[in-house]
Structure formats: structure tokens, C-alpha cells
């Protein structure tokens, strides 16, 4: 009898190790799903300027590898021209805040990527004065009425 008793409290046991791993599995689960959508968000807005995902693993408790964190690179190079720069910062502006839960890195493209179009902003009014206001010829002067 005593044997019988000890049988039945492993099997409890044993039950409830297997709620606990089934619901740890669960979370490693949703938490891959999260990071998938997460990285796929960023690289379907930046198109062109995201790099390759990466991602990093954790073993299960089931000896399964599950997604648990990831990142996807997005270019803050400058382009050719002040409008090329400030279309392509504007797209990974959009790109870095894309997801749903923006993490703090996230946070900081987007912010390096708005100093870049802000500066691109500049160039741009400055050529276009240089265009507008060239300068006179040296010992002319022009009266305004």
C-alpha cells in the first residue's frame, strides 16, 4: 500500500513537471512569434535598406530550438543627393518604428535616421538659395525700389 501511495505522488509529480514544460514551451513559442513579426515589420518597410535578419536561439525544455530574440540591420548611409537622402531616411524612420512594441534600439535608428533627413533638409535649402541668390559681380551693385 505504501508503494502504491509513493507510485501515485511521482505520477502527480510527474504531471505537474509536464504542465510546467508544456507551458513553458508555450511561451518560448509566442515569444519566437513576437520576434518573427517584429523583424518581418522592419524589413517590409525598409525594403531595399534592410540588411539580413538574425536571430538568437533558446533550447527548450523539449531540447527545441525556439526564436527568442533577433534584429534586422537597416542603412543610415546617406544617398547621392539631399532628396535621395531624406526619401530614404524617411523610409527607415517608418522601418524602425514599424512594429508594434519599437524596442529602445529601434527607438534610436529612428531618431538617428530624423537628425540625417533634418540635415539632408538643410543641404537641400541651402543649394536651393546658392541657386536662386548667386551671388553679384564684383563692383555692381543692385538697387531695390
Do not use: C, W
Amino acid at each position: 500500500m505504501r508503494v502504491d501511495r509513493l507510485r501515485s505522488d511521482s505520477n502527480v509529480l510527474s504531471k505537474q513537471d509536464e504542465e510546467k514544460i508544456r507551458a513553458q514551451v508555450e511561451r518560448l513559442k509566442a515569444r519566437e512569434r513576437e520576434v518573427i513579426a517584429h523583424e518581418n515589420a522592419h524589413k517590409a518597410v525598409a525594403g531595399r535598406y534592410a540588411g539580413l535578419m538574425q536571430y538568437t536561439y533558446t533550447r527548450g525544455p523539449d531540447g527545441k530550438l525556439y526564436i527568442s530574440g533577433g534584429e534586422v540591420s537597416l542603412s543610415t548611409s546617406e544617398e547621392q543627393s539631399p532628396e535621395a537622402t531624406i526619401r530614404k531616411m524617411q523610409i527607415i524612420r517608418a522601418a524602425a518604428l514599424a512594429p508594434a512594441d519599437p524596442s529602445p534600439q529601434d527607438l534610436n535608428v529612428a531618431r538617428t535616421a530624423m537628425a540625417k533627413e533634418i540635415e539632408a533638409r538643410a543641404e537641400l535649402a541651402k543649394q536651393l538659395f546658392e541657386k536662386t541668390h548667386k551671388p553679384h559681380k564684383k563692383g555692381t551693385l543692385d538697387v531695390l525700389l
